[in-house]
């Protein structure tokens, strides 16, 4: 599935906006559904989410194993692990996932344990857009001589 980065205000840039690659994807715990707008980051170790979206489809974030990490800025962020499920928008089925839930309301990070595990991400910043494909298309593209990995 190929989409395009979006355009969120950037009032540091001389454009006034900065191009991020944002994916809609459905987390569920239980019942409990919501729809999320993620960054796809390939440098964030975790899924990242604010605690009270996990609050929202019915966690209660601080029964979660605590983890503690360090920011961007090297300070210390505590949070809470759970398992929810994963939907990409636009394709049928759902992941489970271990997920940290931290206290600031912080932009959705879809990082390398969980999310790139299990689907293909192809970065074409350039282009100002990004793939994304299922574990089993991306293996099975691969070895009928489509894409990289041939």
Sequence with gaps: M???YRKLDDATRPEGYSLYPL????????????????????G????????????VVGIDVPTGRPFEFHAFDLKDVRGFIHTVQLQVSGFPHWIDIEA???ESEVLPLLGQRGFFEN????FERYRHQFDVNT???AII????????GR
């Design 119 to 122: 689907y293909q991400i192809v």
């Design 135 to 137: 574990k089993t298309d």
């Design 23 to 42: 994916l809609q994807v459905f987390i569920r715990h239980g019942v409990d559904m919501r729809p999320v707008l993620a960054l796809v980051d390939s």
């Design 2 to 4: 190929n989409i395009n």
């Design 44 to 55: 964030a170790s975790d899924c990242i989410f604010s605690a009270s979206l996990g609050e």
């Design 141 to 148: 593209r691969n070895r009928r001589g489509h894409g990289r």
């Design 100 to 102: 940290v839930f931290i």
